[in-house]
């Protein structure tokens, strides 16, 4: 990410001019010196080449160029933008500005037509974000203090916490906010191929991030997204060294943020605009998603020991997983017109069920491969008759 935004700040090309107020005037060969402007025209001519140095000067009045200032060639920022945007649009992620890389506010017009983000480490960038970005700021610092803090929450739209004493002690005022700002952890994969111990936020004895052996497993309740940065310098190929020790030590966390989500709060979410409104359904439906958190802690730390023990893989699960709503929620929605009036009384039940099989200790089978495939298909072409059933009522009402 780094070496990406550095190169945007480079590609700027900001010139400085400093010409001492000769900015203008003409050359006294008499007089000698040094020509006004001569390396601001070399500079030009070596980013814009043209067939001669009389159309360089064409380009820019300089009279009309106040001293000292910066030019930014805005053609070739353009450029430089829309590669980036099609590196965000074809990898399917977000790209976000970094203030250190790149801070010329008065160009932040053109760059918030291509990254739209930009991150902040102080109230100040956060502020900055708010006001010429025209956006919330990405918000990372490795301390904050109960003065700048609600500053920094009314400016930003993500903030990230560099330790987990650190969550718990502002994580009070995020809630008493609203819970409007998403909150991030920054962890530490202890891997990095920067070199220089100076510039590795990785070394030995490094407090920039949460270790994977004081996560227990498990995430506190309020983080939603995980933050790491090992790189300076580096290449999309140390990036990708860099993901592969990420994953592995903190894979299971990040299955399970993607699992409660996917599996537990999104069937909830259904469940609800189905109709699942009343006191009843609503208890259900927190007894859902509670039974789903309480499988996943629960998997992570069992899995963290069975994996120190053996290297083979888990042949059982140790209770109902909490994928398998992705199969017990379309087969009920696609049965749904065979159940008439007892529809809601179905997915109370089917809801209720589930959560108290995550919960209970039993063993279950992991199905082979050609089973798999066969509850894959199944819930395939349940969904499948669920889009065309809406397609043709749809179709109906035109």
């Known amino acids: 990410m780094l070496p990406v935004l550095w190169r945007i700040s480079f590609s700027c090309l900001c010139v400085l001019i400093w010409t001492n ?22 500079f030009i001519m070596y980013l814009c080449p043209t067939e ?56 932040f017009p053109i760059v918030r037509e291509y990254i739209p983000y930009s991150t902040a480490s102080s109230k100040f960038e956060a502020r900055l974000a708010f006001e010429e970005m025209g956006s919330r700021a990405h918000t990372y610092s490795p301390a904050y203090t109960e003065a700048d803090f609600p500053e920094i ?32 952890l920054r962890i530490n994969p202890e891997y990095s191929d920067v070199k220089t111990d ?21 995430l506190p309740d309020g983080v939603e997204g995980l933050h790491f940065h090992t790189l300076c310098e580096s290449s999309s190929y140390d990036l990708e060294k860099t993901l592969g020790e990420v994953e592995k030590r903190f ?31 609503v208890a259900i439906l927190m007894f859902y998603v509670l039974a789903g958190l309480i499988r996943l802690a629960w998997f992570n730390v069992m899995e963290e020991q069975r994996q120190e023990e053996t290297a083979e893989k888990r042949e059982c699960y140790q209770g109902l997983p909490i994928t398998s709503m992705a199969i017990a929620l379309p087969l009920v929605v696609v049965l749904k ?20 099989l995550f919960i209970t200790n039993f063993k279950l089978k992991k199905p082979k491969n050609v089973t798999m495939g066969a509850i894959v298909a199944v819930v395939a072409m349940a969904v499948i008759a669920i889009l065309v059933r809406h397609y043709m009522r749809y179709m109906s009402m035109m």
């Open 21 to 42: 107020g000769s900015l203008g005037k003409k050359y006294d060969k008499k007089k000698g010196g040094d020509k006004p402007c001569s390396c601001f025209s070399l």
């Open 153 to 184: 929450l009314r400016y930003s739209s993500h903030v990230t916490f560099n330790s987990l004493t650190q969550f718990e002690r502002f994580y009070p005022m995020v809630q008493a906010d609203g819970n409007r700002v998403s909150c991030g």
């Open 52 to 107: 001669s140095k009389k159309n360089t000067y064409r380009m820019i009045d300089f009279n009309m160029i106040p001293s000292p200032c910066y030019v930014m060639e805005e053609e070739l920022l353009r450029r430089n933008l829309s590669l980036i945007k099609s590196v965000k649009e074809r990898a399917g992620v977000n790209v976000i500005l970094a203030f250190k890389a790149f801070a010329m506010w008065k160009a």
């Open 251 to 281: 894979g299971i966390q990040i299955d399970s943020l993607s699992d409660i989500v996917c599996f537990g709060v999104a069937p909830a979410v259904l469940c609800y605009c189905f109709g699942m409104r009343g006191v009843i359904g």
């Open 337 to 356: 017109p065979f159940l008439g009036c007892e529809f809601m009384l179905a997915m109370h039940v089917v809801m209720l069920v589930v959560g108290i």
């Open 198 to 218: 100076l510039y590795n936020p990785c070394a030995p004895g490094s407090r920039m991030g949460v270790v994977s052996d004081l996560l227990d497993g498990q």
